[in-house]
């Protein structure tokens, strides 16, 4: 199961979200039919999402306040809680892979910056400039959100504003969960801001015992309530996915006033998603089961 961001999605770029969400859940499930493990195919299905600039996600991210594309994003195993993520890297395409070389190669969780670059670079990941991450499309809608915010003022975290965080969840024949979640952060941030993406228990987590768990939304309130590891331990007490979704939703809104989206996905194939936006991206396969769509509050 996949997400491709929770916010007001206009009509105009409905197409192109489902287009997305689509060949990444099947490029997710291609890796599983062959035989490999959820976490194959959890970083396939975001690398899709990745090279598809319809996402705030690799080449196409919004861009920070200094006009360049800083990028984060986890991966985790619920089979052995194994995780990895970088945060702040601007010059790897695909942050995903970066983060799972992370999980397989360090001892370490968490890279960032120019540290990340490096680890990526020895362990095989080419660099890339950071224009080459930029499209002409964000250049634009920086300059006038900029311009609109200076003359008017504007609010960062509206729903209305874009949030195309992508991420996935999935369920492997061996039994085990993995997530993953990528995402060039909210337009116009701080240079160095991390939002809850990339961060373990807040915009992602997987434990086989409880639930796999990919947000994508306004990140502060994310991670104050880490949102991620809260909605596992409700499924590990008991409840079905939809329930935790739907709890964590209402648990975002009411506690600390945020707005996004959420998958779920425990070890007996149970699923859930919900979102407190107007519209979310999504899209699900299992045997003999294709579905997708913009889900509407």
Known sequence: MVHGGAWAIPDDLVEAHLIGVRNAVDAGWRILESGCSSLDAVEAAVVVMENDEAFDAGR???????GKVQLDALIMDGATLRAGGVG???HIANPIRAARKVLSESPHVYFVAEGAE???????IPLCKNEDLIIPREVERLRAYQDLATSEGQEPFAPEISHDTVGGVALDRS???AAATSTGGTLNKAPGRLGDSSLIGCGCYADNESAAVSLTGWGEPIMKLVLAKWSADRVASGNLPQWAAAEAMNYLRDRVSGHGGIIVLDSQ???????NTPRMAWALRTTGQLDSGISRT
């Open 118 to 124: 490096r680890f990526a670079k020895e362990h095989g």
């Open 269 to 275: 194939g149970r699923f859930g998603l919900a979102h």
């Open 60 to 66: 196409g991210s919004f861009l920070n306040r200094e």
């Open 175 to 177: 039994g085990n969960i």
């Open 88 to 90: 702040c890297v601007e």
